[in-house]
């Protein structure tokens, strides 16, 4: 009932608003994963091998966008997996 439980709601119902066509698929899985977002699904995709990654596209704004790669760029360097960006 505290910050962290409303903290896991919230990124539970991104996760269920995020591309909800995935529901129609059998072999479809949307996952909340802990940790250093790159780090963490790069290691997912290691023990897994899943066929591809839907991920949203991030955007970073100001004037840290100049100095930091993209989430999107760091995953096609260190994953060896397909990449899907969506927005």
């Known amino acids: 009932h505290g910050p962290e439980a409303r903290e896991r709601r919230n990124a539970f119902g991104k996760i269920d608003s995020f591309f909800a066509e995935a529901d129609r698929y059998e072999n479809s899985e949307r996952l909340l994963l802990e940790g250093d977002s790159v780090s963490t699904i ?19 704004k100001g004037i840290s966008r100049l100095f930091r790669r993209s989430m999107r760029a760091q995953l096609l360097q260190r994953a060896q997996v397909r990449l899907w960006t969506r927005g």
């Open 42 to 60: 790069v290691q997912y995709c290691n023990d897994m091998s899943p066929d591809l990654v839907f991920a949203p596209a991030s955007k970073p």
